[in-house]
């Protein structure tokens, strides 16, 4: 299985910020996969905003630093795999992994109106204006 390139987190919180992340199906495999990415993603900034401390303070830290921005990065896109791989239990489900994907594609502004994802944004949306209608057709 390939790899999942860096997610954008503002992409991503961008296009979950009106699902009901933690409704009904709260302990779905997606959501707790989801959970765990939000996590994930957290650690990697919080990585990533030292790392660009130490460069302009204290070069000594710097490798060590990059190291652990780096596997904080890797046990983001594993956590983006693991949601990606996970058995969906409703439609917000497939909205997570669709704006999983999304963020995937976007790593910069810019990146919205290029291929796949002005066209996965449009699937999305589409997908959205489907759930009213689809929402009684859960699995159990």
Not at 4 to 8: C, E, K, M
Not at 73 to 84: I, K, Q, T
């Given at each position: 299985?390939?790899r999942?390139?860096?997610?954008?987190r503002?992409?991503?919180?961008?296009l979950?910020h009106d699902?009901?992340v933690?409704g009904?199906?709260?302990?779905?495999?997606?959501?707790?996969?989801?959970?765990?990415l939000?996590?994930?993603?957290?650690?990697?900034?919080?990585?990533?905003?030292?790392?660009?401390?130490?460069?302009?303070s204290d070069a000594?830290?710097?490798?060590?630093?990059q190291?652990r921005?780096?596997?904080r990065?890797?046990?983001?896109?594993?956590?983006?795999?693991?949601?990606?791989i996970?058995?969906i239990?409703?439609?917000?489900?497939?909205?997570?992994?669709?704006?999983?994907?999304i963020?995937?594609?976007?790593p910069?502004?810019?990146d919205?109106?290029?291929?796949p994802?002005v066209?996965?944004r449009?699937?999305?949306s589409?997908l959205?204006q489907?759930?009213?209608?689809?929402e009684g057709?859960?699995?159990p």
């Open positions: 299985m390939s999942v390139p860096a997610l954008s503002r992409t991503l919180v961008e979950v699902l009901d933690l009904s199906y709260a302990s779905s495999p997606v959501r707790r996969a989801f959970s765990a939000v996590a994930r993603l957290a650690d990697r900034d919080a990585a990533l905003a030292e790392l660009d401390q130490l460069k302009a000594r830290f710097l490798h060590l630093s190291v921005a780096g596997l990065s890797d046990h983001a896109a594993d956590a983006a795999a693991a949601l990606l996970a058995t239990c409703d439609a917000a489900d497939l909205d997570l992994k669709l704006a999983v994907l963020a995937a594609c976007e910069h502004l810019d919205a109106r290029t291929f994802a066209y996965l449009l699937l999305l589409d959205r489907l759930r009213p209608w689809n057709n859960r699995r």
